[in-house]
């Protein structure tokens, strides 16, 4: 489960760190003095004794800093001087005044007396903080009662914890078996406010129905593993969580093994994200991302044991709530291996960049790029949903549809040649070659057919995996690239592509590539650019068409991806034809 992983996460950082759970709740509140209002208790009751200042120390811990809300009191009778009037009744007789009207507070008593003291010696201790803090800058102003900081004063500690986990102690129970730790607590609580997500309001989340004064039932929490759960995502938070194209996820390891047995692991792991900028930034150098271009650390964790595994949580923030929209779960190691080991074949051959001799680089961004908006104008990316769904496909090895994909490439394929942009359609292209050649290699994507039998161009089908698996599939590849030529032919002799008119804004059916064959032949007659290497191609396309089925069983997205790709792979097949550049006289 999600919330242990996070606990144990929590756990062993606290640990690592040596913070008890109280320290962990106390902030940092960078302000360089605190003011102390110094109390007594004696044989009278509580006197004033004076104030008192001191330089705030690096343990900060020790001033029990928590801010609350901007207009309330916070979690202690500690706060920053803003106003000191304001300050003072706002923030430290504030604090009192709600605390004296819980039910379950205890010490009420000496609480009211700190209280009443420091009110009636309003004035006094007004005037004594305001003389002192006139050179100070970025003041705090606390309480000392029998010289004890506040950290030490049980009488605010407890009070403090209480304040803390006053809303998830609305829903608790007494002495029940803990969830995360399997243990016997005095109070479990059954509404935890770690999360924003975590919640009862939805019918999914609840045991039993809507029934709230129960829900401790339905993922009992001791406060102890609730500290935990609050570090790990603390931690979480602070060195987690990455954007994925507009998208934010958190990435949260869970151990496989008990603790004990993995302390080296945890060691390991959080090394790798206390120093992860350096490592983004190298995987960012190297290409070794798969996530964005930015770089990522998957690669490096790909490289670990199997005995942890990731999880992804893809949130997206409405207002002040956030809401999930994807965990891919259980994600191990040797998965990442296999991703990485696709992802380089798919660079060392689809993506190989002839001008530099060196791959390119593959990443999730090629999917972006088919599934962001359904409709440029639209505000949102409404492709949200399907884009997580190759994610979470590829992460976890779930089958996905080709023809769903060949939907949406085309669409964007088909809208750059309406623009006529070839550079944009031919890279475009090129992106959705890749994007398909890496969900097969990563068993994505299954593709029947049988033996095909060995062609000239068998190297060139092979790029494509098992894609080109029947005869009218290679033909129409093989079209694609012939009448690339004869469009770079048109080019020459006229300076103009007219026959592109002839393509049919790439919607063209199994019979109108069938009936584009003759066309593409006669154009080359027309400019005495027939050659012998073009009529064996189209004697092999021509072959092909013989010898598939009878009836095709593709759609005509299929019918013009494999056509865009013989377009885009021409000169592949030129090298194989042995064709050289020829100049038309």
Same mark, same amino acid.
């Given at each position: 489960?999600?919330?242990?992983?996070?606990?144990?996460? =929590?756990?062993?950082?606290?640990?690592?760190?040596?913070?008890?759970?109280?320290?962990?709740?106390?902030?940092?509140?960078?302000?360089?003095?605190?003011?102390?209002?110094?109390?007594?208790?004696?044989?009278?009751?509580?006197?004033?004794?004076?104030?008192? !200042?001191?330089?705030?120390?690096?343990?900060?811990?020790? !001033?029990?800093?928590?801010?609350?809300?901007?207009?309330?009191?916070?979690?202690?009778?500690?706060?920053?001087?803003?106003?000191?009037?304001?300050?003072? #009744?706002?923030?430290?007789?504030?604090?009192?005044?709600?605390?004296?009207?819980?039910?379950?507070?205890?010490? +009420?008593?000496?609480?009211?007396?700190?209280?009443?003291?420091?009110?009636?010696?309003?004035?006094?201790?007004?005037?004594?903080?305001?003389?002192?803090?006139?050179?100070?800058?970025?003041?705090?102003?606390?309480?000392?009662?029998?010289?004890? !900081?506040?950290?030490?004063?049980?009488?605010?500690?407890?009070? &403090?914890?209480?304040?803390?986990?006053?809303?998830?102690?609305?829903?608790?129970?007494?002495?029940?078996?803990?969830?995360?730790?399997?243990?016997?607590?005095?109070?479990?609580?059954?509404?935890?406010?770690?999360?924003?997500?975590?919640?009862?309001?939805?019918?999914?989340?609840?045991?039993?129905?809507?029934?709230?004064?129960?829900?401790?039932? $339905?993922?009992?929490?001791?406060?102890?593993?609730?500290?935990?759960?609050?570090?790990?995502?603390?931690?979480?938070? $602070?060195?987690? +969580?990455?954007?994925?194209?507009?998208?934010?996820?958190?990435?949260?390891?869970?151990?496989?093994?008990?603790?004990?047995?993995?302390? /080296?692991?945890?060691?390991?792991?959080?090394?790798?994200?206390?120093?992860?900028?350096?490592?983004?930034?190298?995987?960012?150098?190297?290409? $070794?991302?798969?996530?964005? #271009?930015?770089?990522?650390?998957?690669?490096?964790?790909?490289? %670990?044991?199997?005995?942890?595994?990731?999880?992804?949580?893809?949130?997206?923030?409405?207002?002040?709530?956030?809401?999930?929209?994807?965990?891919? #779960?259980?994600?191990?190691?040797?998965?990442?291996?296999?991703?990485?080991?696709?992802?380089?074949?798919?660079?060392?051959?689809?993506?190989?960049?002839?001008?530099?001799?060196?791959?390119?680089?593959?990443? &999730? =961004?090629?999917?972006? @790029?088919?599934?962001?908006?359904? #409709?440029?104008?639209?505000?949102?990316?409404?492709?949200?949903?399907?884009?997580?769904?190759?994610?979470?496909?590829?992460?976890?090895?779930?089958?996905?549809?080709?023809?769903?994909?060949?939907?949406?490439?085309?669409?964007?394929?088909?809208?750059? &040649?309406?623009?006529?942009? /070839?550079?944009?359609?031919?890279?475009?292209?090129?992106?959705?070659?890749?994007?398909?050649?890496?969900?097969? +290699?990563?068993?994505?994507?299954?593709?029947? =057919?049988?033996?095909?039998?060995?062609?000239?161009?068998?190297?060139?089908?092979?790029?494509?995996? +098992?894609?080109?698996? @029947?005869? /009218?599939?290679?033909?129409? &590849?093989?079209?694609?690239?012939?009448?690339?030529?004869?469009?770079?032919?048109? %080019?020459?002799?006229?300076?103009?592509?007219?026959?592109?008119?002839?393509?049919?804004?790439?919607?063209?059916?199994?019979?109108?590539?069938?009936?584009?064959?003759?066309?593409?032949?006669?154009?080359?007659?027309?400019?005495?650019? !027939?050659?012998?290497?073009?009529? /064996?191609?189209?004697?092999?396309?021509?072959?092909?068409?013989?010898?598939? $089925?009878?009836?095709?069983?593709?759609?005509?997205?299929?019918?013009?991806?494999?056509?865009?790709?013989?377009?885009?792979?021409?000169?592949?097949?030129?090298?194989?034809?042995?064709?050289?550049?020829?100049?038309?006289?």
């Amino acid at each position: 489960r999600m919330i242990e992983s996070v606990a144990a996460l =929590g756990r062993y950082v606290l640990e690592k760190s040596n913070k008890s759970v109280l320290e962990q709740m106390i902030e940092n509140p960078n302000y360089d003095y605190c003011m102390f209002i110094l109390l007594s208790e004696t044989e009278n009751g509580i006197e004033f004794t004076g104030v008192d !200042y001191e330089e705030v120390s690096t343990d900060y811990s020790k !001033y029990l800093f928590r801010s609350g809300s901007s207009r309330g009191a916070n979690f202690s009778p500690t706060a920053k001087i803003t106003t000191l009037s304001n300050t003072y #009744d706002q923030k430290i007789l504030g604090w009192f005044r709600g605390v004296l009207k819980e039910k379950r507070i205890n010490n +009420k008593e000496k609480l009211e007396q700190i209280y009443d003291r420091l009110v009636q010696d309003q004035a006094s201790i007004l005037a004594a903080v305001s003389e002192k803090i006139e050179s100070l800058d970025k003041c705090l102003i606390s309480v000392k009662l029998n010289h004890l !900081y506040p950290v030490e004063n049980e009488l605010f500690t407890e009070t &403090f914890l209480y304040l803390i986990n006053k809303k998830d102690l609305e829903l608790s129970a007494n002495n029940q078996i803990c969830s995360i730790c399997k243990e016997q607590k005095d109070t479990v609580i059954g509404k935890m406010s770690a999360f924003k997500f975590y919640t009862l309001d939805k019918p999914g989340f609840i045991t039993g129905g809507f029934q709230e004064e129960t829900a401790w039932r $339905n993922y009992p929490v001791c406060l102890e593993c609730k500290s935990f759960v609050e570090a790990g995502k603390e931690y979480i938070e $602070n060195h987690l +969580k990455y954007q994925f194209y507009g998208l934010p996820y958190l990435l949260i390891p869970s151990f496989l093994i008990n603790k004990e047995n993995t302390g /080296e692991d945890f060691e390991v792991i959080l090394e790798i994200f206390e120093n992860q900028q350096k490592m983004i930034q190298l995987s960012k150098e190297s290409g $070794n991302s798969i996530m964005t #271009d930015e770089g990522d650390l998957l690669y490096i964790l790909s490289e %670990q044991k199997n005995t942890i595994s990731l999880k992804f949580l893809f949130m997206q923030k409405i207002q002040s709530a956030e809401r999930i929209l994807l965990v891919i #779960d259980d994600v191990l190691p040797s998965r990442l291996q296999k991703l990485f080991k696709s992802k380089e074949e798919v660079e060392k051959v689809i993506l190989f960049k002839k001008e530099t001799n060196e791959p390119g680089h593959f990443h &999730f =961004g090629f999917f972006r @790029t088919f599934f962001a908006k359904s #409709d440029e104008g639209k505000k949102n990316f409404d492709l949200n949903k399907y884009f997580l769904t190759i994610v979470e496909s590829s992460f976890k090895a779930k089958q996905l549809d080709h023809n769903f994909l060949l939907k949406y490439m085309m669409k964007e394929i088909r809208k750059e &040649f309406l623009k006529e942009n /070839e550079q944009n359609f031919y890279w475009k292209i090129k992106q959705a070659m890749a994007c398909l050649s890496f969900l097969e +290699k990563i068993n994505v994507l299954q593709f029947e =057919g049988g033996q095909m039998i060995m062609s000239k161009f068998s190297n060139i089908f092979d790029v494509f995996g +098992k894609q080109l698996n @029947t005869n /009218e599939k290679r033909a129409i &590849f093989l079209l694609g690239s012939l009448t690339q030529i004869l469009l770079e032919v048109q %080019q020459k002799v006229r300076n103009s592509k007219p026959f592109l008119k002839q393509l049919m804004g790439l919607k063209m059916d199994e019979q109108s590539i069938k009936g584009l064959l003759p066309k593409v032949i006669n154009k080359f007659i027309e400019y005495d650019a !027939y050659t012998k290497s073009r009529q /064996e191609l189209a004697e092999e396309i021509s072959s092909l068409f013989l010898q598939s $089925n009878e009836k095709w069983k593709l759609s005509i997205d299929e019918i013009n991806y494999y056509f865009v790709c013989g377009m885009s792979l021409a000169s592949k097949v030129k090298e194989v034809l042995y064709e050289k550049e020829e100049v038309i006289q």
